[in-house]
């Protein structure tokens, strides 16, 4: 007779077969709790529905008919009857995609194959139709309501609506992915003209999701000018700065930055150089949507927006402050009351943590230097 095992070891013995042998590196995350706390609708979308984490819920299912729309026109443009070749390629590739996501998507695999052709399709299109009117259907609402492509411009951003995608090209030589996402969401990104030269070195093979290429393009090249002058706030403990207004009253001037990338903040001799940011209803949910995007980041790794997030906190620590940067320009307030602006950046510097090598450490040292403020051995955010 065969002794019997039991259960809590045969439950146990399953869920271990099923573990890969080597851990997975997702690329697309849900939110940790203590980001989303206080902020949950800045993470969720409006009305479209990307990738399986919101896959099923009701009030995204109106944007299903677009999406099988812009497939068919798709198809149409390419002369193409059928869907074969896509659903083809997309088995192919339907392993490495679960993979993206860092948790196990409750999917049929016909299922997951169809999402990942309509969502990619769509985001894809979308961006393309936006960048060349010839392309839209004379009927397609989404190009007649500004409110809609608002509303899609908000959904596409965040951390929890992603799909790995890939390019079709239509041969237009404009046809090229960085250029529409630039030109897609400059509304809400001071693309700096320097940032172009450097979108065209970045490989959209190595990017998994639109979020990913928008952190790229806007990131890529403060990060080549930051790489040989990161300070480790290990090493170095350096007090945080103090707010716009007492800065100023200590001497300090400040003056908008009319040639850097947007991250790109400057102390020289005494003049606070930042280039100029707009503040928009959707800027929240941008900034928290790529801060959470950088939560998952491994450690040595730079947080460049984490760390522009918590300078801009340190900053603005009233609705004055932030009268002085919109009087220099440096501020352009879109919502129309300073105290709102106030408000947002003092919530958006709560509950992150910077880059162990801060981006701004330097200048940090300088400022609080020229204000006389000196090292202290802790720093806490």
């Not at 849900?30 to 609708?41: A, C, F, I, M, P």
């Amino acid at each position: 007779m065969s002794e019997t095992r039991d259960h809590v070891s045969i439950h146990i013995d399953n869920i271990l077969l099923e573990l890969p042998s080597s851990p997975s590196k997702p690329t697309i995350y849900r939110v940790d709790e203590d980001l989303r706390y206080g902020s949950e609708k800045l993470y969720d979308p409006k009305i479209l529905s990307i990738g399986p984490f919101h896959h099923k819920k009701d009030h995204l299912q109106k944007m299903q008919q677009h999406k099988f729309m812009y497939l068919k026109c798709l198809l149409k443009r390419r002369k193409e009857s059928s869907v074969d070749r896509y659903v083809t390629a997309m088995r192919s590739l339907e392993e490495k995609a679960r993979k993206c996501y860092a948790e196990t998507i409750d999917l049929s695999s016909d299922k997951f194959v169809e999402m990942m052709i309509l969502d990619g399709c769509f985001v894809i299109e979308l961006i393309r139709k936006y960048g060349f009117d010839e392309l839209r259907e004379n009927d397609d609402t989404i190009f007649q309501y500004e409110q809609i492509l608002s509303q899609l411009r908000h959904d596409l951003m965040l951390v929890e609506n992603q799909v790995r995608f890939s390019m079709t090209k239509t041969g237009n030589p404009d046809d090229d992915i960085l250029y529409l996402v630039r030109l897609f969401h400059r509304r809400y990104f001071p693309w700096p003209e320097a940032n172009s030269q450097v979108s065209g070195k970045i490989s959209v093979r190595k990017v998994d999701h639109l979020l990913g290429l928008v952190y790229r393009i806007w990131c890529s090249s403060f990060a080549k000018m930051t790489a040989n002058r990161l300070v480790k706030i290990k090493e170095e403990k350096i007090m945080p700065i103090s707010s716009t207004s007492e800065l100023k009253e200590s001497g300090i001037k400040f003056e908008k930055d009319t040639q850097s990338n947007c991250l790109d903040i400057k102390f020289i001799k005494g003049v606070m150089k930042i280039p100029n940011f707009s503040v928009s209803d959707e800027t929240e949910s941008i900034f928290r949507n790529l801060i959470a995007h950088e939560h998952f980041f491994i450690d040595n790794h730079p947080k460049y927006v984490t760390d522009y997030a918590f300078f801009l906190h340190c900053l603005v620590n009233s609705s004055k402050d932030v009268e002085i940067l919109r009087r220099h320009g440096i501020v352009t307030n879109l919502l129309g009351d300073d105290e709102m602006v106030y408000h947002m950046f003092n919530l958006l510097g709560r509950n992150i943590l910077v880059s162990p090598d801060f981006c701004y450490a330097g200048v940090y040292e300088k400022v609080n230097g020229h204000c006389g403020r000196g090292r202290i051995d802790g720093w806490r955010i």
